[in-house]
């Protein structure tokens, strides 16, 4: 059978003095990390990091902060992946730091004790971003994934691709394409997917894994997410919210509210989604979605938030009415001044 070509590229200078600053001998102790409550890119990024690493000698801790999804379990060697905890800065001789999928080091929240000011710094994102924290910084937005950076990062040091490595860049992609959905999913992103699973990756438990393994919990949570739904801006925006009296039960954890978004961004006529879950008394965790053109993450920005054009997430405070209204003010102007540009 013909093989798949390789992702062709012309020799990239920035890759090449990554590369050799990995290469190097003597410094040897990494922190790999990602952003708080790392997702499916992240955590596959940070592993496909850590083997590279090693395979150089290098001397290698994963760690993160905050919520990590039972349903990445399934990720090979999962269990080297710490959770920060305090008192951890005084374990780990860091010389040297990757963080993949993290856009300002604002992000890293708690990680970012463990690295000391005179730590060198590889950042590889793909995230916009204009915050160039590393001395090495290896970004491109055009990519799918932090995934698909880190699969560069392997050809260009010939680490061979094995069933591994393949779950881990396969998982990246498909994670952060949507399930090969979004308009991310390029040539590039296929062609690199289809490589991993002729390296053994089985696209099959990792679509089960990654998407369709819900607890009872987490159906009973969507039904009450659904039972919330509302439409505004004549159905251009849709909304679904959880305050704390339904959130604050033992039984639900942030696991079973993963991909909610989805259901309200699928609703026909929708260019923008919010779900809004009120974590904490007054403290309240939002995700956009848009489905067009909308550029959530500029929304999410004002309130202090980030991401990419068409997911984003922020952090608000105040009563769940507050938030909302604040939020589909700004949806308004902005979709209000895009109709003047298109008219
Ligand atoms: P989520 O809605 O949590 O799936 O996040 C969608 C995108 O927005 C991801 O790229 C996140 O990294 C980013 N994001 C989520 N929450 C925040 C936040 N509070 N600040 C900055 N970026 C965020
Ligand atoms: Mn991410
Ligand atoms: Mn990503």
Known sequence: MASLDPVARPIDPELHAITAWLQRPGSNHFLVTSHVNPDGDGLASMLACGRILRRLGKQVWLVTDGFRSPRYDYLPQIDTVVSYREGLEAE????????VDVPTLSRLERVARLIPRDAAILKIDHHPSDDHFGQFN???TAASSTAELVYRLCVDLDVPFDAALGTWLYTGIAFDTGRFRFSSTTPDALIIA?????AGANPQLIAEQLFYEYRPTTLSLLASTLQSLERVLDGRVSILS????V?????????DMDGFVDYAVSLQGVEVALFLREHEPGHIRVSLR????FDV????????????????????T????EAKARLVNEIQRHLESSNERSA
Do not use: S
């Open 92 to 99: 780990l001789p860091v010389a040297n730091v990757i963080t």
């Open 138 to 140: 290896y970004g491109d």
């Open 194 to 198: 289809g490589e991993m699973v002729r």
């Open 242 to 245: 959880l305050d704390h009296a």
């Open 247 to 255: 959130l604050g039960q033992a039984r639900y954890g942030d696991e």
């Open 290 to 293: 848009a489905k067009h053109d």
């Open 297 to 316: 993450r500029a929304v999410a920005e004002l309130f202090g938030g980030g991401g990419h054009r068409k997911a984003a997430g922020v952090r608000m």
């Open 318 to 321: 105040g009563t769940l009415a």
